[in-house]
Nanobody, 122 residues
Framework: QVQLVESGGGLVQAGGSLRLSCAASERTFSSNFMGWFRQFPGKEREIVAATAWIGSATYYADSVKGRFTISTDNAKNTVYLQMNSLKPEDTAVYYC???????????????WGQGTQVTVSS
């Protein structure tokens, strides 16, 4: 059972930056790919970005391209989401997820973190 622990959320003004971290208890064949999702009130979780522990495969939602960067530190089993030029519409609960394949859908991920709130004020 892979455990994911997120950190780094908080309150920031529009135009500011935050870095989210997600520490995985281990890396297994069932957690080869890591994704960041976000969830707005009353909405389903949507993909923000995804990547692999090994290789250069990455994916970004159109809404965050050029502003957010996903990266990994394999020595620390940690995946990061650097969020720059934040907008009020980025306000959501952000979740880290791990799965066997690179997927744009939440159903493609097996393990989930507890979520961290990101609030961007205007």
């Amino acid at each position: 059972q892979v455990q994911l622990v997120e950190s780094g959320g908080g309150l920031v003004q529009a135009g500011g930056s935050l870095r989210l971290s997600c520490a995985a208890s281990e890396r297994t064949f069932s957690s080869n790919f890591m994704g960041w999702f976000r969830q707005f009130p009353g909405k389903e979780r949507e993909i923000v970005a995804a990547t692999a522990w090994i290789g250069s495969a990455t994916y970004y939602a159109d809404s965050v391209k050029g502003r957010f960067t996903i990266s990994t530190d394999n020595a620390k089993n940690t995946v990061y989401l650097q969020m720059n030029s934040l907008k009020p519409e980025d306000t959501a609960v952000y979740y880290c997820a791990a799965g066997r394949f690179l997927s744009m859908h939440s159903s493609g991920y097996t393990y989930w973190g507890q979520g961290t709130q990101v609030t961007v004020s205007s």
